[in-house]
């Protein structure tokens, strides 16, 4: 188990455990595990029952979370310096003695069932979660995470038990802080607390390498707009070239119509610019995206337009794309370094997102990377190393894609995959 934390001069701290576990990590026959026993984690232990547990943390005046991803799952606590050791014993307490109590598990079917109903509603996470069953339909990547509705009212104790002895285990758990932290302190509190988990002894997850696939999940319906999603192979969050995508990401940037300081017909993003200029009202939203994973990645965008507007909103996308193989200038390059050290320094704005920075990064990396050296990394970045990854990576290559709403003017998956290596005169 691995112990880490950062100084800060707060008078709360986040303290929370970050476990290289989630949906990616389960089966057909118990995906949805990870995040069931995410519910189940605050509904009592051996040495507190429910209301006992929320008692003590509104007593401390104190906050506990939780969330389940794809490759991750996190529980932490903010809570006042003087509580730190509390804390931990909290977060130790409902991860290796939860109760996973009959009745809570059956009634936690009904809230986890009833969350899905809001997913549902939410269409960017539906098109997102398709994406990913299409781009990855032969692994666990392309799994949802809270499972299928079968699975959620089927699951059962022996099951929750099972996934947290196979994967909550000492190597694969990370333990970091942020705030105004004694690291000896912590690392007591934490050897002390969390004695019960063990190591996996070597024991190999069966984990192959989740193969992209160049695929299409289309939904027809009556809806206003019509919602759809892109996806190319991407790279994994160790790969050399992962920092370079993040810069691809804000020079495609994001776009939503009449909206923002500056009007997109006057926009210095290319793409803002000729979407606003050419396409009009039909187009009205886009977003670059670029999501890493052990193993691969993907990296594209989302976007919602009318039916009529469709074909040529795709057809705009798709080039900007390809065209980055080939036309990118230096002020792009540098106007996409300068909002990405935006966005990644920015973010890091409070204990709890120090911690999930801190933690996040010991599960994907090995250590935290300072800041020193990805600035370095970041500034090593030019117009022909964008065009390399772009040329390699982006153009001329399979994509996932998943679309809802009223599709008649959807493009054929042939026909999207020929625009991928689309030239302009």
Known sequence: MRIASQYTPDETVTVGVWIDAGSRFETKENNGTAH???????????????????????????????????????????????????????LA?????????????????????REMEEVEKTTEEVIFDRLHLAAFHDSPLGYTI????????????????????????????????????????????????????RPSNGLQREQGKAAFCGAELLYGSEENLAHFAIGYEGVPWTHPDSLTFMVLQTIIGNYKRNEGLVPARLSSNRLTNSVANNLGSGAESFAAFNTCYKDTGIFGFYGESD????????????????????????????????????TLFGSLDSTTAIAEDIGRQ????????????????????????????????????????????????????????????????
């Open 307 to 342: 039916e009529e507007t469709l074909d040529g909103y795709l057809d705009e996308l798709l080039f900007a794309v390809s065209n980055l193989a080939f036309s990118v200038t230096e002020e792009e390059v540098e106007r996409g370094k300068r909002q990405l050290k935006t």
């Open 93 to 113: 307490d409902i991860l290796q003695h939860s109760t996973l109590d009959q009745a809570h598990l059956d009634f936690e079917r009904g809230v986890i069932l």
């Open 146 to 197: 809270l499972g299928p509705v079968e699975n959620i009212q089927s699951i059962t104790q022996d099951q929750l038990r099972t996934y947290v002895q196979s994967n909550y285990t000492a190597d694969r758990i990370v333990v970091a802080a942020a705030g105004p932290v004694d690291h000896g302190e912590l690392v007591r509190h934490s050897e002390e607390l969390f004695c019960h988990f």
């Open 36 to 90: 069931f026993l995410e519910h189940m984690a605050f509904k009592g232990t051996k040495r507190r029952n429910r209301i006992q547990l929320e008692q003590e943390i509104e007593n401390m005046g104190g906050h506990l979370n939780a969330y389940t991803s794809r490759e991750q799952t996190v529980y932490y606590a903010k809570c006042f310096k003087s509580d730190l050791r509390n804390g931990v014993d909290i």
């Open 362 to 425: 010991l599960l994907v990396y090995g250590r935290r990377v300072p800041l020193t050296e990805l600035l370095l990394r970041l500034e090593a970045i030019n117009t022909e190393e964008v065009k390399r990854v772009a040329r390699e990576r982006l153009f001329d290559k399979d994509v996932a894609v998943t679309a809802l709403g009223p599709l008649s003017r959807m493009p054929a998956l042939a026909e999207l995959r020929r625009r991928t290596a689309a030239r302009r005169l």
